[in-house]
T-cell receptor, first 117, second 111 residues
Framework: GAVVSQHPSRVICKSGTSVKIECRSLDFQATTMFWYRQFPKQSLMLMATSNEGSKATYEQGVEKDKFLINHASLTLSTLTVTSAHPEDSSFYIC?????????????FGSGTRLTVV | DQQVKQNSPSLSVQEGRISILNCDYTNSMFDYFLWYKKYPAEGPTFLISISSIKDKNEDGRFTVFLNKSAKHLSLHIVPSQPGDSAVYFCAARKAANNLFFGTGTRLTVIP
């Protein structure tokens, strides 16, 4: 089945630095990718939707200048948390949608635990 | 604004018995509802779905029921097995393929 690889799985960074998270579709071309974040005991909240070759669409309340999303190819999307602060510490997870249109076409990465100290 | 809610954060069930996980939603525009299963340090994996025009979908031990008038759906697992222990997320889809997730219910199946 479809596999999405997310890297790194865990990262600790200093406040003020930037962190890049990668999301790759390994055996299919992802027309659309989604980025979510999850705070403890909360739901997965959609941050943004990215389509290959175009600008990402951000959900209300998500700062596009802080969370930079690049979907330059059909197999790779990146999320860069710029000038990270401790409140950005969270679990970030990507999802890639293949072109089949099926509901099982949402494949998730394994997530990235970001801790900002 | 939490459009999909799972009010039970945890559920414990004896092996062999039925597990019932509940989910409520507020937006009548959702066209599909999905259940995902998530193990620690892994991404959610798709389990079962139901269209908004149906009231039941069954796949092996898993059955999802939809009550549109009550804006409520439930996932039944029977018989429950220890390997079913995981966090289960309810999700709903609107146009543009966005998924809205509930907060999850941690199911523990006791051997």
């Amino acid at each position: 089945g479809a596999v999405v690889s997310q890297h790194p799985s865990r990262v600790i960074c200093k406040s003020g630095t930037s962190v890049k998270i990668e999301c790759r579709s390994l055996d299919f071309q992802a027309t659309t990718m989604f980025w979510y974040r999850q705070f403890p005991k909360q739901s997965l909240m959609l941050m943004a939707t990215s389509n290959e070759g175009s600008k990402a669409t951000y959900e209300q309340g998500v700062e596009k200048d802080k969370f930079l999303i690049n979907h330059a190819s059909l197999t790779l999307s990146t999320l860069t948390v710029t000038s990270a602060h401790p409140e950005d510490s969270s679990f970030y997870i990507c999802s890639a949608k293949d072109g089949t249109g099926g509901l099982w076409g949402y494949t998730f990465g394994s997530g990235t635990r970001l801790t900002v100290v | 604004d939490q459009q999909v809610k799972q009010n039970s954060p945890s559920l414990s069930v004896q092996e062999g018995r039925i597990s019932i996980l509940n989910c409520d939603y507020t937006n009548s525009m959702f066209d599909y509802f999905l259940w995902y299963k998530k193990y620690p340090a892994e991404g959610p994996t798709f389990l079962i779905s139901i269209s908004s025009i149906k009231d039941k979908n069954e796949d092996g031990r898993f059955t999802v029921f939809l009550n549109k008038s009550a804006k409520h759906l439930s996932l039944h697992i029977v018989p429950s097995q220890p390997g079913d222990s995981a966090v289960y997320f309810c999700a709903a889809r609107k146009a543009a393929n966005n998924l809205f997730f509930g907060t999850g219910t941690r199911l523990t199946v006791i051997p």
